[in-house]
């Protein structure tokens, strides 16, 4: 794997996980669903880093080319 490639896929998955830990904590404040400041920064973070592994696991797959056979060509030619 191209090390370019990781870091930019570390990256994008950071990107993610701040967007949803914010998210979260704005959704709970909106939703007025505050039970006590430590648990939603709990539930924020398992939203983050559900977020964080989900981009990963999206980032380190091969996608959608890799996994389509090659079409074999007529070996004269088009038609």
């Known amino acids: 794997m191209d090390r370019e490639y ?3 896929s ?3 998955a950071s990107i993610a996980a701040g967007f949803m830990f914010f998210a979260t ?3 709970l404040k909106v939703a007025e669903i505050r039970s006590d400041p430590v648990s939603t920064l709990v539930a924020a973070g398992v939203a983050a880093g559900g ?3 989900m981009c990963l696991a999206g980032r380190m ?3 959608p080319v890799a996994l389509i056979p090659a079409m074999p060509r007529d070996p004269g030619g088009p038609p």
């Open 25 to 27: 904590l704005a959704g």
């Open 6 to 8: 990781l870091k930019d």
């Open 10 to 12: 570390l990256l994008m």
């Open 51 to 53: 977020a964080f592994f």
């Open 61 to 63: 797959l091969p996608g």
